[in-house]
């Protein structure tokens, strides 16, 4: 079984730079989080895709944005960066079939915006 | 959730000792919590999880507890090793559905050999 894997591992853009981060689900898993850490702070919810639509959003203007495709796997867009967009980005995957909300986290990639 | 800015509340304890990591929640529909351990750079783990008709689970050195009257949960470690050191979250969603995680404040748990 393979786990929730996400690209790139770290990466520096400019601000107003446009960046595209992408997460491929654990086996079997139809739904992906998306969560934005800043630094000494929990994750916070920016958005859920299921079966390729989007299912939840939290409070993230929409030049966040995002697809999900056919294989299940996502990512996460973000367009005219902003200094406060350094963050973490994790993705987590999950199914309902599963019959309770556990999510599974991949390592994140490391964002900095300059 | 709410901001703790770049301080984390910070737990040092000795190698060996048992270690106490305390969480308020704020949703009384959460009935799912999950306690994640973050080590530097890495995405959150799994640790332990326990659901709101139970008070007290326990896993291999681990033990939740959940006091649902004051909205409180609490993760105690036994035998504190190094490899414990991490930060700590509890996270609440209703146990059903695809609904996204609500992070609690972190805690940094320090061991010290």
């Known amino acids: 079984e393979t786990g929730v894997t996400q690209s790139p591992t770290h990466l520096i853009k400019t601000r107003g730079q446009q960046v595209t981060l992408r997460c491929s689900s654990q086996?079997?898993?139809?739904?992906v989080s998306w969560y934005q850490q800043a630094l000494g702070q929990g994750p916070q919810f920016i958005f859920q895709?299921?079966?390729?639509?989007?299912?939840g959003r939290g409070n993230f203007p929409p030049r966040f944005s995002g697809l999900q495709f056919p294989n299940y796997s996502s990512e996460l867009n973000v367009n005219a960066l902003e200094l406060d967009d350094s963050a973490l980005y994790l993705c987590?995957?999950?199914?309902?079939?599963?019959?309770?909300?556990?999510?599974?986290f991949g390592p994140g990639t490391r964002l900095t915006v300059l | 959730g709410e901001s703790v800015g770049l301080h984390l509340p910070t737990l040092s304890v000795q190698e060996g000792d048992n270690s106490i990591i305390n969480c308020a929640y704020s949703?009384?529909?959460?009935?799912?919590f999950i306690w994640y351990k973050q080590e530097s750079g890495k995405g959150p783990q799994f640790i332990i999880d326990?659901?709101?008709?139970?008070d007290k689970r326990q896993g291999q050195r681990v033990t939740v507890l959940l006091n649902k009257t004051v909205k409180h949960l609490s993760l105690q470690i036994a035998a504190t090793q190094p490899g414990d050191s991490a930060v700590y979250f509890c996270?609440?969603?209703?146990?059903?559905?695809?609904?996204?995680?609500?992070f609690g404040k972190g805690t940094r748990l320090s061991v010290i050999a």
């Open positions: 895709y299921y079966r390729e639509e989007e299912n």
């Open positions: 326990i659901r709101s008709n139970m």
């Open positions: 086996s079997g898993h139809n739904t």
């Open positions: 987590a995957s999950s199914t309902p079939l599963l019959g309770y909300n556990e999510q599974f």
């Open positions: 949703n009384s529909a959460s009935d799912y």
């Open positions: 996270a609440e969603t209703p146990f059903r559905g695809n609904t996204p995680l609500v």
